[in-house]
């Protein structure tokens, strides 16, 4: 069994095309169904400000699997430890015997996120699109516009977070970046001529409005990950012309779909169409009709994701 620690893994896998390209053919086969995923393992742990999370999924033809452990314990920067933290366990599709042990602390989660972005901007907005408008000040804020710029010729940001300080700092990093970046004080004037709005944000109350969506815009909604949380307002999705997600099961419980609590189940009769994201690609599906388009994609974090990118990065590492 091989051990790696996250500096080596940082070495090997960054947010580059070839990696891009491998999380993008874990859609795809998703999509094909050609996927064994189980839900989500969720398990709170109250008394510490924790939550623990385990996701796995077996993609049909791959010589590996992946089981990744993910944990975030909120109160930890007050013991001057990080939030968040994870592993992944790479096991051998042939015996179920482990291979490998990749003790990320959660970069392998980071970069599979924020290329779920990617993939979704790719394949749901505009071709031309140039500017994003980015809600949230965090690390995945920041990856999630370098990710863009591997698939749209992204050359300006618009910000908005609760902190202003911090969309301050934000800011700051991105224009060492080359990037045009413009704070604002409210989320409407942040998205008012977005190309591609990004939702970045642990937000438990619905955060960006019908009204906030100029024409033609593509909005990628990647906070809601757990029940409690939610960005999108339900106004939102129904404006939308396409509403896709990575996973319908996980949208109706842990993303923007539990909106429409009880309609959302699969099989359950909501306003508008649910599209997946995996068949999307798999399918060469055309959402976007026209530049009027507008596209909501609700990305809650999947096994097939973990798989693709644990198998990609240990195909580096050895």
Not at 309 to 315: H, N, Q, S, V, W
Request: proline share 3%; glycine share 8%.
């Amino acid at each position: 069994m091989q051990l790696f620690d996250r500096e080596a893994i940082g070495e090997a896998v960054t947010l580059d095309r070839d990696a891009l390209t491998a999380v993008e053919a874990g859609f795809a086969a998703l999509g094909r169904g050609e996927a064994v995923q189980p839900p989500i393992l969720s398990m709170a742990i109250e008394e510490a400000n924790g939550e623990v999370d385990v996701k796995t999924a077996h993609l049909r033809g791959y010589s590996r699997f992946a089981i990744k452990v993910s944990s975030g314990f909120f109160d930890n920067p007050r013991l001057g430890l990080p939030s968040l933290s994870g592993l992944m366990m790479v096991c051998s599709a042939r015996t179920g015997l482990v291979e490998a042990m990749l003790f990320d602390e959660g970069y392998l989660t980071m970069v599979r996120t924020a290329l779920a972005g990617a993939i979704a901007a790719k394949h749901l907005s505009r071709e031309d699109s140039r500017r994003v408008t980015v809600l949230g000040a965090g690390e995945q804020a920041e990856r999630q516009v370098e990710a863009l710029r591997l698939v749209r010729d992204i050359d300006s940001v618009d910000v908005w977070a609760r902190r202003p300080q911090a969309a301050e700092h934000y800011a700051e990093r991105l224009r060492a970046r080359g990037l045009e970046v413009r704070v604002h004080a409210s989320v409407r004037a942040a998205c008012a001529v977005a190309d591609i709005i990004v939702t970045t944000t642990p937000s438990h109350e619905p955060l960006l409005t019908a009204a906030d969506l100029p024409e033609g815009v593509h909005v990628t909604a990647m906070g809601s990950d757990s029940p409690e949380k939610r960005e999108l307002d339900a106004g939102v999705l129904t404006r939308a012309d396409a509403f896709v997600c990575d996973s319908r099961a996980q949208s109706a419980c842990h993303g923007e779909l539990k909106a429409f609590a009880g309609a959302a189940d699969v099989g359950g009769a909501l306003p508008f169409k649910v599209f997946e994201l995996g068949r999307v690609i798999a399918e060469g599906q055309r959402l976007r009709l026209s530049d009027a388009t507008i596209t909501v994609c609700d990305l809650t974090g999947t096994g097939v994701q973990d798989t693709a990118i644990a198998d990609f990065a240990l195909g580096r590492l050895s």
